[in-house]
């Protein structure tokens, strides 16, 4: 079974950090992480993009947190 973590990040630096840290030490296979993110002032932004790993999946979407969940979804 594949699981599947869904995430919307906006200014949210250093605490995505923390949390694709903590989803890459996990010993599942079998999963994936999907990063909605948009514009943002702080670095969050620029560390998303700067992310290597086949498990991690990244799109940029401005709309609202919502709006960001349903298209993270569609996804």
């Known amino acids: 079974m594949k699981i599947s973590i869904l ?3 906006k ?5 995505i950090m923390a949390s694709v840290n903590s989803f890459l030490k996990q010993n599942y296979k079998n999963k994936e992480l999907i990063i909605i993110y948009s ?3 702080d670095n ?3 560390y998303i993009r700067s992310i290597k790993s086949n ?9 609202s947190i919502y709006e960001s969940l349903n298209f993270g979804i569609n996804k």
Do not use: L
């Not at 498990?55 to 709309?63: A, E, P």
């Open 39 to 41: 514009d943002s002032i």
């Open 11 to 15: 200014n949210s630096m250093p605490y």
């Open 55 to 63: 498990k991690i999946k990244k799109f940029k979407f401005n709309g």
């Open 44 to 46: 969050s932004e620029d």
């Open 7 to 9: 995430m919307c990040a």
